[in-house]
């Protein structure tokens, strides 16, 4: 099979990285300090000064970063560094206009680092790339839309479109944008849900009815004895979760960490809106750390499960209390005959060579369970991006149920989404394989019957990219170049679309992989005030605990020529669609409460839409298995499931890899050059392995290698894929196990490389072995 490489960037400043200690305490005056820092440097001091009082704020604006909750009372700086740097990329001065595109050939830009693109500032008005050319153009908004418009109504079939979003469009935007590819005729609408936590929404929808979290933010500070935290690393991408867990500390529940890296956030927190978050040691978060390994969550959590049951026998023996909730068990659960038997079953040297973990440890982490009444498990990615992910999630319900704990407080299941709004898409319809009942709804709102076959999900979008399928890729937000896996298949299928479309607000690396034609729209961040048809718009948005707010931009758009998301949809599905279609498409640009009307009638738990998101704190959408232990399931109960153990077969002489953030970067957006607390500075290429591996590969700490991931072909073969010139840095990581800085590393997951079910890209288990560079 063909190498598969990624390509050259000429100007990553590698020379002068320098690798330090890692971390072992989060946040601090150092988190302000940079946090701060970068506002000034990007927006200026007055600019910045006038934002960041607003940044979480009832009458302010929702963060573009994480979904992580907001308190009922916000702080007066109720964000984090990582916040403040999301603010700052949208409040920059700097400006990529008509001259720097005029400046700077694609080709060239092509050729930028991530980071380079994304300082190169805020785009101010519509760019076309015509086919041939090397170049983007100005042109006006008509010419813009009317092209993207013709080549819609000029499609065979529309399933020869696809239409992709990311998590920082409104709750507004999310729903026109489906309805627009409804109206068109197609459900092909992936979304970074399919890349982060679709593997949780397959499983939580099987077992517990809803795919959705099932706990609240006071659920954690003020109810749960016992927070999990598996395969996540709040300190880098959810950092305000800390003082939510901070606060549970405070008052005496204990956190278990479950992770392959050792993450600074989860060992120590130093709040720098307390004292001895100033001047003292800080708090210490984890009172455990299991080191598992890559892919080893699934064992561990069956072997927890095993142990539980075995200690319920022995307390109903000795005449005890027992240690499972029965009566919870008989209530509310279907399947648990079925699943005990599977548990009874599990082998202990199993568990061991999976997890990497030995059978003490796992035990002692099972009196934590037993002590604690009330229990919460949060995860990310960490459980998400591998091919058994929808199965460990699974296991992770069914240790819940095991001891009653879904629908009280201060326990159930806690899956953190990566990006303010990414849980408000999917409930607004952009979804590849929507329900019956939310196209039911749909039809009735407006008149008309929309597709029911299932559409195409981000790795199915790819594919089709690649096979010629597609004529118009359009995205609205998102950077679906540098998300996506197989960097190079991705890259090369994006450069043979007839028509790419971008609605963003900054350059980036999906812009210089453009189609035959591509065109880039400039559209408001949400810090920027909106007044689109002359009055002042509000939009909403969804976090991760289920909870819909407002969010109002306070900063004057960077020029005149930015429309909102919501406007330019409007605009484009008038002209898409024709004056025969009947939607009030410019109703809604000039009212978005006229949008919020028809989300009342579609999408149940948002009746009086409008009324209650007016509310301070907005409000809270229904959750049955939360808020009444009913499950909406196909038995009519919580579903406990069995799940066959595969153990990931990693070769003599293998890693196994996992794609991460660093510190510096949110999602695909790479703030700057550090990763303070991995102890990286000025650099990204690098790779984390532990010692004793980096031995046994013949490499030594500080060497250059080449990543080589292998796959295997259906012929037999073995296909390879390279990512050149990495820094091998010595890191108490799991045996076994390597990580490093994505998008650089997005090229060594293969297409093919899926959870079972949810078809995510099974980024976080990825067989790679180490080549020195020469």
């Known amino acids: 099979m063909t190498d598969v490489s990624d390509e050259a960037r000429t100007d990553a400043p590698e020379k002068s990285l320098r690798i330090g200690p890692p971390k072992t305490a989060a946040a601090g005056v150092p988190g302000v300090v940079h946090g701060l820092a970068h506002v000034f440097e990007e927006a200026g001091v007055g600019r910045g000064l006038r934002t960041l009082p607003l940044l979480n704020q009832q009458r302010g604006f929702d963060c573009p970063g994480c979904a992580w909750p907001e308190p009922g009372k916000p702080h007066l700086a109720e964000f984090c560094e990582n916040g403040a740097k999301a603010v700052a990329e949208e409040a920059t001065r700097k400006r990529a206009d008509a001259a720097f595109f005029a400046e700077h050939a694609i080709s060239e830009l092509a050729t930028w680092t991530d980071h380079r693109l994304g300082k190169s500032g805020r785009i101010t008005e519509p760019m076309l790339r015509e086919e041939g050319s090397d170049h983007y153009r100005p042109v006006s908004w008509d010419e813009a839309l009317d092209l993207v418009a013709g080549e819609l109504r000029g499609l065979d079939s529309p399933d020869e ?7 920082r469009t409104s709750n507004e935007a999310a729903f026109l944008y489906q309805l627009l590819a409804r109206k068109l005729g197609t459900n092909n609408l992936p979304d970074c849900s399919n890349m982060c936590h679709e593997s949780s929404g397959t499983a939580l929808v099987e077992t517990l009815g809803i795919g959705k979290g099932s706990v609240s933010l006071e659920d954690i500070t003020d109810h749960a004895d016992l927070i999990v935290v598996v395969g996540q690393n709040p300190g880098t991408n959810h950092p305000r979760m800390l003082t939510a867990l901070e606060e549970a500390k405070d008052r005496g529940a204990r956190i278990v960490a479950i992770n392959p890296l050792p993450e600074a956030g989860l060992q120590t927190f130093k709040n720098p809106q307390r004292v001895r978050g100033v001047v003292g040691q800080g708090t210490k978060l984890a009172d455990r750390f299991l080191q598992v390994r890559l892919a080893g969550d699934l064992a561990l959590f069956q072997a927890v499960n095993r142990l539980l049951l075995e200690a ?40 061991e060579r999976a997890t990497g973990l030995d059978w003490a440890e796992i035990e002692a982490f099972v009196e934590d369970v037993k002590a604690a009444d009330n229990i919460i498990v949060c995860w990310a990615m960490g459980l998400t991006q591998h091919k058994q992910a929808v199965a460990t999630i699974r296991e992770v319900v069914s240790f819940l149920l095991l001891r009653g704990n879904v629908g009280r407080p201060g326990a159930g299941a806690c899956p953190v989404r990566g990006h303010s709004n990414v849980q408000g898409d999917r409930t607004m319809g952009i979804w590849e394989r929507p329900t019956e009942l939310f196209l039911d709804a749909l039809a009735t709102e407006f008149d008309f019957e929309p597709p029911r076959a299932h559409g195409l999900d981000v790795v199915d979008t790819v594919r089709a990219l690649r096979d010629g399928q597609l004529k118009v890729f359009m995205a609205v937000g998102g950077n679906f170049a540098a998300a996506t896996p197989d960097s190079a298949v991705t890259e090369a299928a994006l450069r043979e679309v007839p028509l790419t479309v971008h609605v963003s607000t900054k350059l980036n690396r999906s812009h210089v992989l453009p189609g035959k034609r591509s ?3 400039p559209c408001l961040g949400r810090t920027e005030r909106d007044t689109t048809g002359g009055r002042e718009q509000v939009v909403t948005v969804e976090d991760s605990m289920s909870v819909v707010h407002a969010s109002r931009g306070r900063l004057a758009p960077v020029t005149e020529a930015l429309r909102s998301e919501t406007a330019i949809l409007c605009d484009l599905a008038r002209r898409a669609l024709g004056p025969e279609d009947p939607t009030p498409w410019e109703e809604f640009a000039a009212d978005y409460s006229r949008i919020r009307d028809s989300i009342s009638r579609v999408v149940p738990g948002f009746e009086d839409f409008d009324r209650r998101v007016a509310e301070p704190g907005g409000f809270v959408l229904p959750h049955p298995p939360r808020d009444a232990r009913l499950f909406p399931t196909t038995t009519g109960k919580a579903n406990f499931t069995v799940n066959e153990l595969e153990i990931v077969q990693v070769p003599e002489g293998r890693l196994l890899l996992q794609t991460v953030r660093s510190h510096d970067q949110f999602n695909t957006t790479v703030y700057g050059l550090d990763d303070r607390y991995r102890g990286v500075k000025n650099g990204r290429r690098v790779v984390f392995v532990h010692p004793d591996d980096l031995a046994s590969s013949g490499v030594a700490d500080g060497d250059t290698v080449n990543l080589i991931s292998e796959w295997p072909g259906p012929d037999g073969s073995v296909g390879e894929r390279r990512a050149e010139g ?3 840095i010595s890191f108490p990581t799991a045996r076994g196990c390597a990580a490093a800085y994505f998008p650089e590393t997005n090229v060594l997951v293969p297409l093919d490389h899926t959870a079972d079910q949810s078809n995510t890209p099974a980024s976080k288990s990825v067989v790679v072995r180490l080549e020195p560079a020469h």
């Open 726 to 728: 990495f820094r091998a």
């Open 519 to 521: 065109l880039v729209l």
């Open 312 to 351: 319920d026998d022995d307390a109903r023996t000795a005449g005890h209390a027992p240690v499972l909730d029965h009566a919870f068990i008989t209530e509310h659960t279907s399947g648990f005959p079925q699943a005990a038997a599977a548990w009874r079953a599990v082998d202990q040297g199993e568990v």
């Open 161 to 167: 479109a696809a239409f992709y979003t990311s998590g």
